[in-house]
């Protein structure tokens, strides 16, 4: 410790723990890969597709958390078992808005660094830029900020720059169409504008998040999925790309989800990107269940150069089976997404989900390290055998807003 400064080992979930050894602090049972339906696709399993992002995550939750709760905090050995280790222009970027939000003091702050230092002050209101220059996720810069804007003096304007449609995180259309609706069952409301959509490898897509401040946060509970009422999507082309990669896209995924569900109407929409609204060449589909219950759970998947667009459709299609199979309120990649909010409320909350993630382990961890939640995890007593599912349950720390 530095004083009361918060001392977070960013290496600590990357499997290389300064002890030797995998350098889990929290166990629970992991999310396996493998592919939902069987379609003739590989779809890989979230952990495979995202455990790359660990020590960015770290970084989010922590920065955000200490923002705040006005809590100094150092960040070393940032991703420490890496080829590139240290800051990417997208953790940077991340690391940047936070400062500006609270005027804080950042440390470290350039790309390439493996330890930061950052002083948060107070969190205000206004408009705010985040760039990554690259197609780094502005779905990610949302992630980092948008717990700290609901607890500023004033509402607050976001300009995120960079990928929107980016690999290894949320794709936009899963923010608006699945994260959107669920997160505001914390009882709050926000508005994302697709500006521009951006691409890898250039990025150039932006988008602008509204938001008003709040009171408090109300704790939720996810824990009935009911049965599936939608199934709905779009799969869409941008730049060079003909409209016939979105049919084939869209065809494909009703085709594998039609071998597990029959009785359904499946709309999953063909679009080409208009030229004026999107920056470079792009593809993918996002697929989303509705439920009796309101819950949303989807597959997605991005077009890249020599993949078959079947196989992109396929993998949309059997990661959405995948995750109708655990019988869990969210998907895996909600999961993870809600524990920082679920820390922040005010009261219990109750999530079903499948196998915890990665991710969901790191984002309890260190929203316990730093906030007086207290969350558990435990085994979903299900009359049916085949589903796999978990109840996370968070006490939360009452987080209340000092400027309202």
Do not use: W
Request: proline share 5%; glycine share 12%; charged share 20%.
């Amino acid at each position: 410790m530095d004083g009361d400064r918060v001392e977070i080992d960013g290496g600590i979930m990357e499997g290389v723990s300064p002890s030797g050894g995998l350098a889990s602090p929290y166990r629970a049972p992991v999310a396996a890969g493998g592919g939902g339906g069987g379609c003739g696709g590989s779809a890989a399993g979230p952990d495979e597709r995202r455990s790359s992002l660990q020590g960015g995550q770290i970084l989010r939750v922590s920065t955000a958390l200490s923002c705040l709760l006005g809590l100094p905090l150092r960040v070393r050995r940032i991703r420490a078992g890496r080829s590139q280790p240290g800051l990417r222009p997208q953790h940077l970027s991340g690391l940047e808005i936070i400062r500006d939000l609270c005027e804080g003091k950042l440390e470290g702050g350039e790309i390439g660094s493996t330890e930061i230092t950052f002083t948060p002050g107070k969190i205000k209101g206004g408009t705010h830029i985040a760039d990554t220059k690259t197609a780094g996720s502005v779905c990610l810069l949302m992630q980092v900020a948008m717990p700290c804007v609901l607890f500023a003096a004033s509402p607050s304007e976001l300009h995120l720059k960079g990928g929107t449609n980016a690999e290894m995180a949320p794709q936009i259309d899963y923010t608006v169409m699945v994260f959107k609706p669920i997160v505001e069952k914390f009882n709050f409301t926000f508005n994302c504008d697709i500006k521009k959509r951006g691409y890898y490898p250039q990025g150039g897509g932006e988008v602008v998040v509204q938001m008003s401040p709040v009171k408090e946060l109300s704790p939720i509970n996810l824990t009935e999925r009911g049965t599936v009422t939608k199934i709905y999507g779009r799969a869409f082309v941008a730049g060079a790309l003909p409209i016939k990669l979105a049919k084939d896209m869209s065809a494909a995924a009703v085709r594998c989800i039609r071998k597990e569900i029959r009785d359904l109407y499946i709309n999953i929409q063909p679009v080409r990107e208009p030229d004026d609204q999107a920056f470079g060449t792009g593809s993918g589909i996002i697929v989303v269940a509705e439920t009796s219950t309101g819950c949303l759970l989807a597959g997605s998947s991005l077009g890249k150069r020599g993949k078959n667009s079947d196989k992109v459709g396929i993998e949309a299609a059997e990661i959405l089976l995948r995750n109708l199979k655990h019988g869990g309120t969210v998907d895996d990649s909600l999961q993870d997404q809600l524990i920082i909010f679920m820390a922040l409320a005010k009261g219990v909350s109750r999530v079903k989900s499948g196998p915890i993630t990665l991710h969901t382990q790191t984002a309890i961890h260190f929203a316990e390290q730093l906030t007086k939640a207290k969350f558990t995890v435990t085994k979903s007593e299900e009359e049916d055998p085949s589903k796999d599912a978990y109840i996370i349950e968070c006490q939360g720390m009452g987080m209340i807003n000092p400027n309202l």
